[in-house]
């Protein structure tokens, strides 16, 4: 349904009911999703875990496409972490092999939709060929001026907080910055996440409440939601319920609430 339906025009989407209830002048800037709970699906439906990550893949459009709908300024997707290369060869292999061949078939389409594409993480680990792809993407689509989608492979916070805190320590001995010019700002410009808003709202779904080594400098005000669906049952539905429940939340960022 929700392929043929983001076939419309953007406009005739926001006239379908499901949107209808949302406050589009409080919506997030930046959102983030931990997309968990692709093997819990695949066993409860008797299937292999591989069939969960396609199923996964499948779902991940949907809410691409919803947030380009919303016109939502960023979007940021948890697609394989540090941690997840201890997960059986096979299991990883079949990722790798699906992501490939997902981004190859959607770079256009994205293209199409004035998505503006980032990889961040430790890319240069990646294979020769997915380099090269995710780099092809980017540069197809790095003066489109619509949702900007980081997806996060081969991430892991620490590992990029500790990557930052090197490249600032390098431009400061090089006497580009002085210690003095250190501050949340400069940091921030090494992140891979350098000129997209800090996250506001951060979505995870499958049950498990942490965040699990993600955006952990750039959520650090975010707004958590959490649900026990599984990650190939998110539907664009329900992705709008969590942005409902974002835009009725009082954020304070550490002063009192407005009264």
């Not at 459009?61 to 060869?89: D, M, Q, V």
């Not at 096979?90 to 293209?111: A, G, H, K, S």
């Not at 080594?213 to 990650?231: I, P, R």
């Amino acid at each position: 349904m929700w392929n043929r339906l983001f076939k419309r025009a953007p406009r005739e989407v926001m006239d379908l009911p499901v949107f209808q209830e949302l406050d589009r002048s409080r919506l997030p800037a930046h959102t983030a999703i931990i997309m968990d709970g692709n093997g819990r699906w695949a066993k409860g439906q008797g299937l292999l875990r591989t069939a969960g990550h396609a199923a996964g893949a499948d779902t991940l459009k949907k809410i691409l496409k919803a947030a380009i709908a919303l016109e939502l300024p960023a979007l940021t997707i948890y697609a394989f972490s540090t941690e997840n290369w201890k997960r059986p060869p096979v299991e990883v292999d079949y990722i790798m092999r699906l992501f490939f061949n997902r981004l190859m078939q959607e770079i256009d389409e994205m293209d199409e939709d004035n998505v503006k594409i980032r990889f961040i993480g430790r890319i240069n680990e990646l294979s020769p060929a997915l380099q090269e792809l995710t780099q092809k993407a980017e540069d197809q689509m790095k003066d489109n001026t619509g949702v900007q989608f980081n997806v996060a492979i081969n991430y892991g916070a620490q590992d990029e907080i500790l990557r930052a805190t090197k490249k600032l320590m390098q431009r400061v001995q090089q006497g580009e910055l002085s210690p003095e010019d250190v501050n949340e700002n400069s940091f921030d410009d090494c992140l891979d996440t350098a000129g997209v808003p800090p996250v506001d709202f951060l979505i995870r779904t499958g049950g498990d409440m942490r965040v699990s080594n993600f955006l952990l400098w750039q959520s650090a005000y975010a707004e958590l939601w959490f649900t026990d669906t599984n990650w190939p049952d998110f539907t664009p539905e329900l992705f709008v319920e969590a942005l409902k429940d974002f835009g009725k939340r009082e954020r304070r960022f550490g002063g009192l609430e407005n009264k």
